[in-house]
């Protein structure tokens, strides 16, 4: 038989109940598409430029041979450019800038080539502020490596975590929690101290930047930010805030983005409010980023199954209008800005998939699949982040 005709033949083949499945695949797709309903920002202006058909329709694309086959139902109902096969390996990086992720396994640098290195079996993975070396908690020690994983320093400390590397390219400082303690250390590994004896389990900030201004949250939920070279200082606090989760000062340092469980606020650097993104009622945030402007945030929620991927292309004093960009069955759990702020990475975990979508306008979409298997992980990685413009 000639290979033509071979491969006629097996295109022509179809898995057992393959109809049933496509009808069963269909009937779920347009039904979630039909009850969706929108994660309102504070006065925004929806514009879901992916629907959750598309998003499914990648989930079983990339799970089985019935998803193909909802795949082939589904492209002509959404946007033919919306709808990628995703890749099996991270081959490479859309941008400049190396990748820190964290995993079950360890802490790895992903170079743009695709290429990936395992630093150790640390946790917490941060970059110094240049990008020249990268701070991890291992399990009983703060540990200073370069990309390569060459260890600088190590620090034995109980309770190691969330570690942060602040300040510029010559003097630089580190903080980490210890147990429920605060701790500052200097980038070269002296000078270690304690800050504040207890804090909430929230990883803390730097401003970038000189002056060493360190932003962290007290137990009672209010935000502190403190001059840590002088005399530690407070600069300001903020009322409490419920479940504050994580916080970032943009890259000229003007202003702090505080992402709490329902709540998405950005303060100046006098510790005013400017903006409060959303509204009562609204679902639960998985992630938030700063755009590499200053200008622009992105964030994830979740609700009734389902997580959706919001821009904010500008921050104004008016209104800050919000983009839903991209709405996946299950969990996304961060998201990330390239260094030039072109691509957004978002890792959606229930799909073992990264997702790299040029921010403006969605242009491009690259899925990149199998990410557990590739990080050596039974649990999704996680992204300790995009760093660093060249």
Request: proline share 6%.
């Amino acid at each position: 038989m000639k290979e033509r005709d071979l491969r006629r033949r097996l295109g022509g083949l179809e898995p057992p109940r393959a109809d049933g499945a496509r009808e069963r695949a269909w009937q779920v797709v347009s039904a979630a598409f039909g009850e969706r309903e929108p994660i309102r920002p504070t006065r925004a202006r929806l514009r879901p430029l992916v629907s959750v058909a598309t998003a499914l329709a990648l989930l079983a694309a990339a799970l089985s041979p019935a998803g193909r086959a909802v795949l082939d139902t589904v492209r002509d109902t959404v946007a033919p450019e919306r709808i990628v096969r995703a890749r099996p390996a991270l081959f490479s990086l859309p941008a400049d800038g190396r990748l820190l992720v964290d995993s079950q396994r360890g802490a790895w640098v992903v170079q743009r080539n695709g290429s990936k290195r395992l630093l150790g079996a640390y946790r917490e993975s941060s970059w110094s502020p240049t990008g020249r070396f990268v701070v991890v908690a291992g399990r009983s020690e703060l540990v200073a490596l370069e990309p390569g994983g060459r260890v600088r320093w190590s620090l034995a400390r109980p309770g190691v975590s969330r570690p942060r590397w602040g300040g510029t390219r010559t003097d630089t400082r580190i903080a980490y929690g210890s147990g429920t303690t605060l701790r500052v250390v200097a980038g070269d590994g002296r000078g270690d101290r304690l800050l504040a004896r207890r804090v909430a389990p929230v990883a803390p900030a730097w401003r970038p930047g000189t002056g060493h201004v360190l932003a962290f949250v007290d137990p009672a939920g209010r935000i502190q930010v403190v001059a840590v070279d002088r005399s530690d200082r407070r600069l300001w606090s903020s009322r409490p805030t419920p479940a504050v989760q994580a916080l970032e000062w943009s890259r000229e340092g003007a202003l702090l983005l505080v992402r709490a469980r329902r709540s998405l606020s950005v303060y100046n650097f006098a510790g005013r409010r400017l903006f409060e993104l959303l509204g009562d009622g609204s679902a639960p945030i998985a992630a938030a980023a700063l755009g590499p402007s200053g200008r622009s945030v992105a964030f994830v929620q979740t609700a009734r199954g389902r997580s959706s991927l919001w821009v904010v292309p500008r921050l104004r004093p008016d209104a800050s209008a919000a983009r839903r960009v991209f709405t996946g069955a299950g969990r996304f759990t961060d998201v990330a800005w390239s260094p030039d702020g072109r691509w957004l990475l978002l890792a959606w975990a229930d799909a073992d998939q990264w997702l790299f979508l040029r921010s403006t306008g969605v242009q491009k979409l690259v899925a990149v699949s199998d990410l557990r298997r590739q990080f050596r992980t039974s649990s999704f990685p996680r992204i300790g982040g995009w760093c660093c413009a060249s």
